[in-house]
C-alpha cells in the first residue's frame, strides 16, 4: 500500500445535516476509516437552519452576500463563525486521532474513535459536565434544559407544557419500573432486555383505569427514544441500544367515533345553565370549525372576521395559518357570546362533561371495539357518548363535510394535512 492510501486526508471528512426537512437541523460528520463507517454529531447548540448551511462545503455560511440574514444580526454572525469553529475543532481532533491510531499500527472499531473523539473534544468541559447516578436523575436534567430553553423542539422554539408533561409521565412510569425490580436504571442498562422487560412490566400493569393500551406503552418507549437519542448525540453515553430495530415503538390503530349532523344538533337543543353550555358550545364550534382543542383554547375576537366570514388562525401543533368559513351555527354561538368565542375549560374537564352532556343528549347507541389491554385483544362495546372527547369535533367535522361531498383538499386546507393519505388515516375514511 502506498503512501498516499496510507493517508487520511481532511477531505475525506464530510460535514452534513442530519434533516434538510426540519427548521433547524443538527450536523453531523461523515467519515470512512478502515472500511468502518463513522457517525458523529455535533452538540445540539449548533443546530442551525438549513438554509444557512452550505452543504458543498460543508460549513455554515459567513457571506454576507449569501447569506442576507446576517445583515445588521451580529448575534447571527457570530453563531455562524462559531459553528464553523466547532467544524473544523472536530476535523481536526479526529485527525489527530486517526494519526494516533497509525503511529500505533491499530485498527480502531468507529465506536472507539467516536469515544476517543468525545474525549478530545469535550476535555475541557468534563468536570462541568453534570454526572448521573441514573436515568432518572438525568431525566430531572433533561426536563430543566425544557424548560429553561436550552433544549427546543424542530422548529427551533421551547417544548410546550404538554410536550413536557409528557416527559415527566415516561419518567414516572420509569420509576415505578425501577421500584418494582428493585434496580437503579443507568444508561448502560437500557437494551433490547430492558426494552422486553418493561413493555412486559407495562403490559401486566394496572392505573386508575385499568391496564395500559399499547399506544400508551408505545408513548413511553417514544419518550425514552428521544431522551436516549439525546444522551448519545450530546456524550452522556455511548450506548445506542434505541437504534436497533427489536427497540420499536409500539402502537395499535385506535377506533374512535364521530357525531352525526343529527346528533350535533340534539346536543345543540339541550337547554343548559352557563357552565355547561359553554362546554357545549366551544365543542361545537370545534364540529364546526375542524380545530383542534389547543386551537379552540386560543380563539380570540381577533380571529374572527365578520366582514369576509372567515376564521384566521395559526394552529399551535403545525405553526401554519388556517382559514375558516364560518358555519352559521358558530355564527349564532358567537352572537350569543357578544360576538366572541366561548370560554373554554382545560381538556381533562371538558372531556368529563361532554360525556355527561352527550347521554343528556341521548347519543347512547351501543359501539363495538376491538381494543388490545395488559396484552389481551378483546372486543369491548360501549356507549358512544362514553367515547365522545374533544377529539372527536374535529373527526365529526372531517367526516361531515367527506360524507357531504366537500372535496377531500378542501378539508384538508383547513385540518392542516399535508397527504390525502395521511387525512384519510388519520379521520379513518374510505373513498
Known sequence: MNNQQNLFLRSKIKFSLKNVTKPFSLIRLRAHIGGKRLVYYLPSEHKIKPAYFDVKTGYAIENLKRNSALKGNATLQITMRNINAEIDKTANALLRIIESYKMQNVNPTSEQVKADLRKELKRDEVQQRPAFKDMISFIDHYVELCRTGVILNDKGVKLKAGSIRSIISTQSALKRYCSRRRIRLTFEKIDIEFYNDFVNFLTEATHSRGRYKPNVIGKFIKGIKALLRYAHENGYTNNDAYKRREFKVLKENVET?????????????????????????????????????????????????????????????????VIIPIHPIVCEIFERYDKCPPKVQCNQATNRMLKVLCRKAGITDLITIMETRGGVREEKSYAKCDMVTTHTARRSFATNAFKRGVPTLSIMQITGHRTESSFMRSFQLQT
Open 257 to 321: 367515533v364521530y357525531l352525526t349532523e343529527e346528533e350535533l344538533g340534539r346536543l345543540k337543543m339541550l337547554d343548559l345553565p352557563g357552565n355547561r353550555a359553554q362546554i357545549r358550545d366551544s365543542f361545537l364550534v370545534s364540529c364546526y370549525t375542524g380545530l383542534r382543542y389547543s386551537d379552540i383554547s386560543r380563539l380570540e375576537s381577533k380571529h374572527v372576521n365578520y366582514s369576509t366570514n372567515m376564521i384566521s388562525i395559526i394552529t399551535q401543533k403545525t405553526n401554519t395559518q
